[in-house]
T-cell receptor
Framework: NAGVMQNPRHLVRRRGQEARLRCSPM?????VYWYRQLPEEGLKFMVY????????ESGMPKERFSAEFPKEGPSILRIQQVVRGDSAAYFC??????????????FGPGTRLTVT | DAKTTQPPSMDCAEGRAANLPCNHS???????VYWYRQIHSQGPQYIIH???NNETNEMASLIITEDRKSSTLILPHATLRDTAVYYC???????????FGTGTRLKVLA
C-alpha cells in the first residue's frame, strides 16, 4: 500500500512565479491536510480538505495561496507570485474516512520550495 | 499555540532506553496524546497515541500519568536510526488539526 505521495520533492521558483505542489493521499483516504514548516520550526497547519470541499483554511494566508482536492486526481496547493518568505517545506497528510472519530494522519515526504 | 512543552534536546546511548517527557497540564478529557517523529526533515512519522491507559506497540511505549498532565515516550532499545525530532501533540477527538510544538531533538550516540 503506497503511502502519501508528493511531487515535486524540490521546487525552485523565482520571485513572482507560481508554485504548484501536488499531493496524492494514501489509497482509501479522502481527507487531506497541508502543513508548512519553516527552518528550525515545527509544522504549521494550513488547510484541511475533503474531496471537492475545503473544510478549514484558517491557517492559509488570505492572499496568493489556494488549495483544492478535486473529485479525480491529487490535491493541489497553489502559491501565486511567490516571495522569498514562501521558502519552506510543505507537507501533505491524509487520513481515512471518519468511520470512527479518531484516526491518524499519515504524512508525505514533503516538497521543499526555494524562492530565489 | 501548542498545548505541550518538551525539552529541546536529549542524548541517549545506543542500546539504552530513551525516555522522552512531555508536559500537557491543560489537557482536556476528550484529548488524546499523540507522538510523531521527524527524521532529518522527512515527513513526520506516526509513533503511538493514548488517552489515559499506557500503550505499547512495536515502536514504543507511552506512559501517561494518572492525572494526564504529563506523559513519557519510551524507545526501549534506541538505535542510531532513532535520531530524530520527536513531537508530542494533544489532539481532541472529532477535530483534525495537529498543533506541533518545537519538539525534542533526540540524538542517539554510538
Amino acid at each position: 500500500n503506497a503511502g502519501v505521495m508528493q511531487n515535486p520533492r524540490h521546487l525552485v521558483r523565482r520571485r513572482g512565479q507560481e508554485a504548484r505542489l501536488r499531493c496524492s493521499p494514501m489509497k482509501g483516504h479522502s481527507h487531506v491536510y497541508w502543513y508548512r514548516q519553516l527552518p528550525e520550526e515545527g509544522l504549521k497547519f494550513m488547510v484541511y480538505l475533503q474531496k471537492e470541499n475545503i473544510i478549514d483554511e484558517s491557517g492559509m494566508p488570505k492572499e496568493r495561496f489556494s488549495a483544492e482536492f478535486p473529485k479525480e486526481g491529487p490535491s493541489i496547493l497553489r502559491i501565486q507570485q511567490v516571495v522569498r518568505g514562501d521558502s519552506a517545506a510543505y507537507f501533505c497528510a491524509s487520513s481515512a474516512d471518519r468511520v470512527s472519530f479518531l484516526y491518524e494522519q499519515y504524512f508525505g515526504p514533503g516538497t521543499r520550495l526555494t524562492v530565489t | 499555540d501548542a498545548k505541550t512543552t518538551q525539552p529541546p534536546s536529549m542524548d541517549c546511548a545506543e542500546g539504552r532506553a530513551a525516555n522522552l517527557p512531555c508536559n500537557h497540564s491543560t489537557i482536556s478529557g476528550n484529548e488524546y496524546v499523540y507522538w510523531y517523529r521527524q527524521i532529518h526533515s522527512q515527513g513526520p512519522q506516526y509513533i503511538i497515541h493514548g488517552l489515559k491507559n499506557n500503550e505499547t506497540n512495536e515502536m514504543a511505549s507511552l506512559i501517561i500519568t494518572e492525572d494526564r498532565k504529563s506523559s513519557t515516550l519510551i524507545l526501549p532499545h534506541a538505535t542510531l536510526r532513532d535520531t530524530a525530532v520527536y513531537y508530542c501533540i494533544v489532539y481532541a477527538s472529532g477535530t483534525y488539526k495537529y498543533i506541533f510544538g518545537t519538539g525534542t531533538r533526540l540524538k542517539v550516540l554510538a
